[in-house]
Each structure stands twice: as C-alpha cells, then as structure tokens.
C-alpha cells in the first residue's frame, strides 16, 4: 500500500502544472485536513457536496480535489457557517472518514489548454477541427439551426435545466464557448451563438438575454445557450481526474460527479 502523502501529491501538481504556483492565492488550498494526510485513493469534483464526499469514501478515496468551493462560499469562510448544522454534519462525516480537501480553481484555469474548456467542448462534440484557432474556443459548424443545436447539446450532457435565448428556427454556425461565469459577449459579429455556464440576467457585462431579445426582433440570428455552472466545468475534472493520474500511479484516481443541481417541475 502507498504512503504517499497529500502534500506529496500536491506538490507534484505543482511542478507538473507548467505554470509558477501563486502563493497569494485563497481558493486553491487545503480545506480540511493537511498535507500529512495519507492517501489511498483521488476524487476529483466540482463541488465538494455532501454526496459527492460520501460517494468518494465509498469508493475509497479519501482526498478531494474539487474544482469550486467546500463550504457554500467562494472563500471557504467558516465563520459565516460555523453553527450551521449542516456544516457540522457535513466535516463530522469527513473527519470521521480521514477526508482530506484541496481545491483546485485558480491554476486549473490558469494551465493551458484549460481542463474546463477541453472537458466542456468533448461533451458538446465541439472536435478541434471545427475550432478557428488552438485554445480560441470558437468554432465554425455545419449550419443548424439555434434549436437543433440546443437540442444536440441537451442530448449530450443530459442536461435537465437547459435554458436557451434566441429564434429556435435562427440559422447559425459559429459558436463562442464559454465556461462557469466565463460568458463571451454576444454582440461580437463573429459569434453567432454563445455557449456559456452561468450569468445574470442583466447587469452584467453585457446583458446578454436582452441583446438576444432585441437581435430576434430586429431579424439578426443570435442565441445564447446556458448550460448551467456545473454542468459547464464539470467535464474539466474528468480532465483532471486523468492529468492527476499520469503523475501519481500510487493511488487511483477518479472522477465522482456532482451531478445537476437544478431540476424541471412536470
């Protein structure tokens, strides 16, 4: 059985990344437990829900890497949850099962290619060859329309709360992806469709559904194509799964999905 420790473990994704470590950073760091935690096994994540942690000791795996926060905020602040009685339950379970956290956000964004963008663009079967560029993230499809290619991306992500702006029958073909909050602006005239995770209806950079709105009137074929956060990034810790295991083939290492968090009443 391996001894290998978490410290260990991170301290090979560090010189495996091909970027400097920024020390600075608040989001990449243990969240419970310490780099003397022994590890038998990996799960990679995108939220470090509660049943995604119980899966993962399941499996025997007994270090978390998620890709975004453990305890309900992006600064993982546990003074803001600290009487919360499901925050007391959820590291009462992970204390008990030797979990050990270590979330990876800022330099899995910052590594090229980015793992959420290669991850998210296999499950929609956007292939390379339709990309423009290496890493632009836009590419140029056979012409659909903003409703077969909605429907295509649904089919392949199973995706439950897909929310989609724009003429269903509007032809289109060169697409824009974004991921998480990562949303492209819709008013670039080389981008028909954007792909994104997630933004806010307005007051964002560009109120992106009211643009839509104002195109389909005025006859311009635009869309916008929301996946959701988690189902947008979720794919890239596939990636990551797999990145972790070529280096660290002392322990297995796996993906346990979070799963969709939103659902549609019937």
Not at 30 to 56: E, H, N, Q
Not at 235 to 250: C, D, H, N, R, Y
Request: proline share 7%; charged share 20%; hydrophobic share 35%.
């Amino acid at each position: 059985m391996s001894n290998l420790t978490a410290g260990e473990i991170v301290a090979r994704i560090k010189s495996n990344l091909g970027i400097p470590w920024r020390t600075t950073t608040y989001r990449d760091t243990f969240k419970l437990g310490g780099p003397d935690s022994i590890v038998k096994g990996i799960a990679t994540t995108m939220f470090c829900s509660y049943d995604a942690i119980r899966r993962a000791a399941e499996a025997g795996c007994n270090m978390i890497i998620p890709h975004e926060d453990t305890y309900w905020n992006d600064h993982d602040d546990i003074s803001i949850v600290d009487h919360d009685p499901s925050y007391r339950l959820k590291v009462n379970f992970m204390r008990d099962h030797n979990i050990v956290v270590f979330r990876m956000h800022d330099h899995m964004h910052a590594q090229r290619p980015d793992f959420t963008y290669v991850g998210c663009a296999r499950a929609l079967g956007l292939e390379s060859k339709y990309e423009t560029a290496p890493q632009s993230h836009h590419f140029t499809l056979p012409p659909t329309t903003l409703g077969e290619l909605a429907a295509t991306f649904q089919k392949r992500l199973g995706d439950k709360a897909l929310r989609v702006v724009g003429d269903p029958n509007a032809k289109v073909s060169r697409v824009q992806l974004g991921v998480g909050y990562a949303t492209p602006p819709i008013n670039n005239p080389d981008v028909d469709v954007v792909v994104s995770g997630e933004q806010q209806e307005s007051d964002g950079f560009l109120d992106s559904p009211a643009y839509v709105l104002d195109a389909m009137t005025l006859g311009i074929p635009k869309g916008w194509i929301m996946l959701g956060h988690s189902v947008s990034e979720e794919q890239g810790m596939l990636e990551m799964a797999q990145w972790i295991k070529s280096f660290t083939p002392e322990v297995p290492v796996q993906l346990i999905r979070t799963e969709e968090p939103f659902w549609v009443p019937r």
